[in-house]
């Protein structure tokens, strides 16, 4: 009744709790320590029932604060991360985990090396069991720095050779950090998830070491299984591997199908369209069409002259083969609304033509095609072109006015 | 000596008597609660507490502490909080005089002490070193939850896991009951009988002695001081002496992590007093500080108000009679008058004037405001009018920036104090380990507070708000006039308001659900909320609680018109 409003301890730390979180956002990192200064004493109440205790917030929050605040240093952090880990035997390898990377943010590779492997050896009971998520990633990362070491050890082999002699302990080192990366590395992405750096790394010392085979097969297995979230990175990889072991197009191609699917606007799409463009096959060739009108419709491709050039070149073969307009009709379909505003416009052609004259050409080009002959972009810089008397520009021009006809049959 | 019974514990006849008057049996070291009669009247407020730490040598192996009752905690805590107040200026005969024969009162009521026989048998308290077959053997004891369940929950105390898990193991160890002999009893006890003390009730016992004497602290401005520090309360109990040890069920009794409401400490008080039979206080007159008439004056200077408005809360106050000697004067066990709460009657009246000049209707006082503006273009000679608006602006920025820096200092309220406090035995060395992590922690964080340190306990002051005249911004509204806002009828200066409108129309039956009212923000106009926020602020209660008040002096204002009312509508529902 009227106890509700009562200021009790609960309430005077929630209230406590939220000031230090609006002096967090606000980067106040002095105002968020003299907060929490007067939050810590709640680790001396039972919070047992509550979902997220005072331990958490204050590891959480405290964290923060001694990273950013600048009179801490490194050595405070990790004295009050070692005081965390002794705070919550549930949240102990999740502790060590955010202190190994801060160490790696740090630089301090070889403290979280000693992090990790401490915490590898951890054991706490039906802990050990619960928290074994943790545990994995906790040895991903110790092989992340045996790649790491490894890498450094190959380099210095690497110079060793070419400077004429062999070096065998570098190179036994090297194995051996091989040997203890490598298990680690394939346990991990084992377990759907996201795991990138872990793939790029195995796939490496895979290589190195000849097993191709099994390099292939855990790239297909993180791009195509389905068990892992989508992840446009696994189909990069899975294509520059396929690259890298000189595979046939055919299997290039499928591999940058999906990443097109994904992400319409990823930069391997120019590989992609070259690649398409120049298949036999008419739907590959179709397919091209399709993946560089996609790639143009996002913002970030409006200046990439490599991409309108692509675009450019597939256009006029189209034009100039007479067949497959209808594929030009049929992407600019859903286009011609908001495409001529978007690229083609006045103000753009100037923009274009002062800062980059072999962008405005292609465009000028595909502008040319599509809108025809009397478009404001197309007429702005080929009169630009022709007034400075460069060739490609007349020849444009010319290109252009003879293939007019084309336009109507496209915008009709 | 004269007494013959047979001791309970270990059945042998050999009582001796500590100085503090009681019985203990010489061979186990059983205190009972009976004493002889108290025949001196001469009070002095340590005594029992010495006597009983002189006691029994033997008392040596429970770490050097001593027996020790919780009335006596009380009274020690009751003995710092007077301390406190006779600094902040309170004559000394409070606690020579008056506070120490109040107490003696509730100790002889409550049978604790001062009496031939106290109720029940002999108790067999739990104290520390209490062997395990004794504390299996009795059947009605109460399991230790039940006994944490039974008083009010004050902060998380019972769900401390560890505690609770050692409630399990009685039978194997010695687990620490309580530090003092009737500890457990106190919490046993049920509340309806013989008003069992708490912490709040220290404060309780404070305000009835301070009204008592008419000392000019009301009753907010008390509760203000405890939760400013000036007057002790929170962790008082680390004022103890050592000997008396603190543990078990002792922190449910004086370890406290609320601060006590207005609401609370009054009722109790009324309790109090029904209770010991007191007769009916002294009288508040004209001239007390608690009478409406000067708090209003206090009120007014601190909201910010013009002087001229005094006569307007003295007239109101003058006609529904609430400044008669007998509506103000307390009469202990008097069921039928409503209980006076003197500040926020005085804030109440204060607001009705504001609705009767003002109407506060989020329009009218804004125009009025404008109408005062305009005058005072014009006024040279007159001091300058009172304009609503400029006031609500000066005050409103003030309030918020107070009201700001109150949210901040109830964040970083400190709770826990320096001495460590445990449960048991088994959980000491986890609390202190717990506390010195804190201690860690606490200082790494300070050191990253920068410049901001803890401010010093600001110094007691009667006045939160304070306006100079000295300031030549005009932010000072004291001596500005209502001109502005009245006008002359029949050589009368009468409001230029005409209207009224009444918080509510029919008052709620307090004693069923506690209020007169029901105050919800959304219902009323914003200008009475920020006034009432103004008020509730300076007074540290809800707006709803100041809303009664208004309520019930409204109601005694416009009685007539109201009784015409109804009369009228029952008519015609025939």
């Known amino acids: ?412 | 000596r004269d007494f013959n019974e047979r001791c309970a514990q270990c059945s042998e006849v050999n009582w001796g008597l500590t100085d503090g008057g009681r019985f203990y049996c010489r061979s186990c070291h059983n205190v009972t609660e009976r004493t002889r009669e108290v025949v001196n009247t001469d009070f002095i407020t340590n005594s029992r507490v010495q006597t009983i730490s002189k006691g029994s040598r033997k008392q040596e192996k429970n770490g050097g502490g001593s027996e020790w009752y919780i009335c006596e905690g009380f009274q020690l805590v009751l003995k710092k909080q007077v301390e406190a107040l006779e600094a902040l200026g309170v004559s000394s005969q409070m606690k020579d005089e008056i506070l120490c024969n109040f107490w003696r009162c509730y100790l002889q009521k409550s049978k604790q002490a001062y009496c031939k026989r106290p109720a029940g048998k002999a108790v067999k308290a739990l104290s520390v070193c209490e062997s395990s077959t004794d504390v299996d053997s009795d059947p009605e004891r109460p399991s230790l939850l039940h006994l944490l369940s039974l008083s009010e929950s004050e902060g998380d105390l019972q769900t401390d896991c560890s505690f609770a898990s050692s409630v399990s193991k009685v039978s194997e160890s010695t687990s620490v009951y309580s530090g003092s002999v009737d500890g457990s009893l106190y919490l046993m006890k049920s509340q309806k009988e013989k008003l069992r003390m708490t912490m709040p009730m220290t404060l309780s016992f404070c305000y009835m002695t301070l009204l008592w004497m008419r000392e000019p602290i009301t009753l907010s401005e008390l509760l203000r001081y405890v939760v400013e520090g000036h007057i002790p309360y929170l962790n008082v109990f680390q004022h103890f002496p050592e000997k008396m040890k603190l543990c078990g069920l002792d922190l449910k009794i004086f370890c406290v992590e609320s601060w006590p409401v207005y609401e609370e400490v009054f009722n109790k008080m009324h309790e109090l007093a029904a209770f010991l039979d007191l007769p009916r206080f002294p009288d508040i007159t004209e001239s007390c500080f608690l009478h409406p008439d000067m708090l209003c004056m206090k009120y007014l200077m601190e909201a910010n108000l013009p002087d001229e408005l005094h006569n307007w809360t003295c007239r109101v106050v003058k006609k529904i009679g609430i400044g008669e000697v007998d509506f103000l004067t307390l009469v202990p066990g008097n069921k039928s008058t409503r209980k006076v709460k003197y500040d926020v009657l005085a804030a109440a009246v204060i607001v009705v004037v504001l609705k009767l000049l003002f109407l506060l209707d989020d329009h009218y006082e804004w125009l009025l405001s404008e109408h005062a503006e305009e005058r005072n273009k014009n006024n040279t000679e007159d001091g300058p009018y009172f304009e609503f608006k400029k006031w609500y602006e000066v005050v409103k920025h003030s309030l918020d920036v107070q009201q700001k820096k109150l949210d901040e200092e109830r964040a970083k309220y400190l709770w826990r104090c320096e001495k460590p406090l445990f449960y048991s035995v088994k959980n000491k060395a986890k609390v202190l380990k717990r506390r010195q992590m804190v201690v860690n922690l606490q200082n790494q964080f300070g050191k990253l507070s920068g410049s901001v340190q803890r401010a010093e306990k600001p110094n007691p002051s009667s006045f939160q708000l304070s306006w100079s005249e000295k300031n030549t911004d005009g932010s000072c509204f004291h001596r500005h006039s209502l001109k502005g806002i009245l006008q002359e009828k029949r050589g009368l200066l009468t409001a230029m308001n005409p209207d009224y409108w009444l918080c509510t129309v029919k008052l709620c039956n307090e004693k069923l659900c506690g209020h007169l009212a029901h105050y919800k923000e959304v219902e009323f106009p914003q200008s009475y909320h920020f006034v009432l926020g103004l008020f509730s602020f300076l007074l540290r209660v809800q707006p709803s609680y100041i809303h009664d008040e208004v309520c019930m002096i409204e109601h005694k204002l416009f009685n007539k018109k109201l009784y015409k009312k109804l009369k009228y509508n029952t008519v015609l529902r025939k």
């Open chain 1, 1 to 412: 009744s009227s106890n509700e409003h009562k200021l009790n301890f609960k309430k005077s730390k929630e209230a406590c709790l939220s000031f230090i979180q609006d002096a967090l956002l606000q980067k106040e990192w002095k105002r968020a320590a003299e907060f929490l200064t007067c939050y810590i004493e709640s680790l001396e109440k039972d919070y047992s029932r509550e979902h997220i205790g005072p331990s958490e917030m204050i590891w959480r929050t405290g964290a923060e604060i001694l990273w950013h605040h600048s009179q801490s240093s490194m050595k405070e952090f990790s004295c009050f991360m070692e005081q965390m880990k002794t705070l919550g035997v549930k949240r102990y390898l999740k502790v060590c985990l955010e202190h190994v990377f801060h160490l790696l943010c740090n630089g301090q590779i070889d403290e979280a090396y000693q992090n990790l492997s401490l915490a590898e050896s951890w054991r706490f009971g039906e802990q050990t069991a619960i928290q074994d998520k943790e545990m994995k990633l906790i040895q991903a990362y110790r092989g992340l720095l045996d790649y790491y070491s490894w890498f450094k050890q190959k380099s210095i082999l690497l110079e060793h050779s070419e400077d004429g002699f062999s070096d065998s302990a570098v190179e036994q080192e090297m194995h051996g950090y091989f040997r203890k990366a490598a298990v680690n590395l394939k346990e991990i992405i084992k377990i759907p998830g996201v795991w990138d750096i872990f793939v790029k790394c195995y796939v490496d010392l895979l290589e190195f070491y000849g097993d191709h085979n099994e390099a292939r097969q855990v790239l297909n297995e993180y791009a195509y299984n389905s068990k892992f979230p989508a992840n446009p990175n696994a189909h990069v990889y899975l294509y520059q591997f396929l690259k890298r072991q000189r595979e046939p197009k055919k299997s290039l191609i499928s591999a940058l199908k999906i990443l097109h699917d994904i992400v319409p606007s990823h930069e391997l799409m120019i590989d992609f369209n070259t690649m398409l463009q120049k298949s036999k096959k008419r739907k590959k060739r179709r397919l091209g069409l399709e993946v560089i009108f996609a790639a143009l419709d996002y913002a970030g491709w409006k200046e990439n002259a490599k991409a309108w050039s692509c675009l450019a070149r597939q256009v006029k073969q189209i034009v100039i083969s007479e067949k497959h307009l209808d594929w030009i009709k049929q992407e600019w379909n859903s286009r011609k609304d908001w495409w001529p505003a978007f690229h083609f416009s006045r103000y753009l052609a100037k923009r274009n033509w002062q800062e980059n004259k072999s962008l405005s050409y292609e465009k000028a080009l595909v502008a040319g095609i599509l809108l025809g002959k009397g478009c404001k972009y197309f007429k702005y810089v080929s009169h630009q072109g022709c007034k400075a008397q460069l060739k490609r520009f007349r020849m444009l021009k010319k290109f252009v006015n003879r293939h007019n006809p084309v336009y109507l049959r496209i915008s009709g």
